[in-house]
T-cell receptor, first 111, second 114 residues
Framework: QQQVKQSPQSLIVQKGGIPIINCAYE??????FPWYQQFPGKGPALLIA?????SEKKEGRFTISFNKSAKQFSLHIMDSQPGDSATYFC??????????FGTGTRLKVLA | DAGVTQSPTHLIKTRGQQVTLRCSPK?????VSWYQQALGQGPQFIFQ???????QRGNFPDRFSGHQFPNYSSELNVNALLLGDSALYLC?????????????FGPGTRLTVL
């Protein structure tokens, strides 16, 4: 019940494409859902986050779609660039003060 | 505005040894969480410190311990190292209050146990 399931494991898109990464959770106590971007050898960097009271949030080229009834949320990267090539992690947070992370999606954007 | 800093960057130890990793939180933050990230995996929560006390702990053995100092910096100690402890150890800081759930990560310490 504490798991966050992330898919796909890896993704290859052409430059300008719109990669979509999906996450699903079970525990309805989760109330904050961030996405992190991680480059090799670096720590995760916060990209964008959403709370369950909204269905969509956009920040620059990054959009989160949230489906509370299905307990699913996804990250869309508009006009993807080779510099977006990285590993993306979704996470879920509850009042127990800790993040539960997904298993990660390795994205490669071809030039 | 300094972000989260960690030291050392890399560390090599042998089985059975003990290690101490250090973290300074982002300026203005008062809470520090530690995570272990094995190669190809997502970060796994170890524990969180606030007001110099451990607030929450993940599924890690007692070999993993920590400390938070009055200036909010923190240490992670691992005793009796095992090969399986080889991982990237991440520190994340946050601020108790409205943005408690927004955590910022440091660059990590790469620990290799031989």
């Amino acid at each position: 019940q504490q798991q966050v399931k992330q898919s796909p494991q890896s993704l290859i898109v052409q430059k300008g494409g719109i990669p979509i990464i999906n996450c699903a959770y079970e525990n309805t106590a989760f109330d904050y859902f961030p996405w992190y971007q991680q480059f090799p050898g670096k720590g995760p960097a916060l990209l964008i986050a959403i709370r369950p009271d909204v269905s969509e949030k956009k920040e620059g080229r990054f959009t989160i779609s949230f489906n509370k009834s299905a307990k699913q949320f996804s990250l869309h990267i508009m006009d993807s660039q080779p510099g977006d090539s990285a590993t993306y992690f979704c996470a879920a947070f509850s009042g127990t003060y800790k993040y539960i992370f997904g298993t990660g999606t390795r994205l490669k954007v071809l030039a | 505005d300094a972000g989260v800093t960690q030291s050392p960057t890399h560390l090599i130890k042998t089985r059975g040894q003990q290690v101490t990793l250090r973290c300074s939180p982002k300026s203005g933050h008062d809470t520090v969480s530690w995570y272990q990230q094995a190669l190809g995996q997502g970060p796994q929560f170890i524990f969180q410190y606030y007001e110099e006390e451990e607030r929450q702990r993940g599924n890690f053995p007692d070999r993993f311990s920590g400390h938070q100092f009055p200036n909010y910096s923190s240490e992670l100690n691992v005793n009796a190292l095992l090969l399986g402890d080889s991982a990237l150890y991440l520190c994340a800081s946050s601020l108790i209050g409205r943005d408690t759930d927004t955590q910022y990560f440091g660059p990590g310490t790469r620990l290799t146990v031989l």
